[in-house]
């Protein structure tokens, strides 16, 4: 059941564009909107949280993640000013 609200703005040459074509697609405006806007998240939340690699690819990223941490003196003396200022 649909129970979530949005409310926007928008030029009015969007919105009518926007209702011709859910009308020309058979579809209530807010279902064509919320269709569009589904799929656009999905593309943006995908680049975030998943990738395809080839299996070569694949293999170096695993070498990568595998590979001892180097130890980067800045990154060190961040974390102990960190902790200092942190501290419990």
Do not use: H, K, Y
């Not at 001892?68 to 200092?84: F, I």
């Amino acid at each position: 059941m649909r129970t979530a609200r949005m409310n926007l703005r928008l030029a009015e040459e969007a919105d009518d564009r926007i209702r011709r074509a859910a009308a020309v697609s058979g579809v209530s405006t807010s279902a064509f909107v919320e269709r569009a806007a589904s799929v656009a998240a999905d593309t943006v939340l995908a680049d975030r949280r998943e990738f395809v690699l080839d299996s070569l690819d694949w293999d170096r990223f695993v070498a990568e993640l595998d590979r001892p941490a180097e130890d980067l003196p800045e990154l060190r003396r961040g974390r102990e000013l960190r902790d200092r200022l942190i501290a419990p």
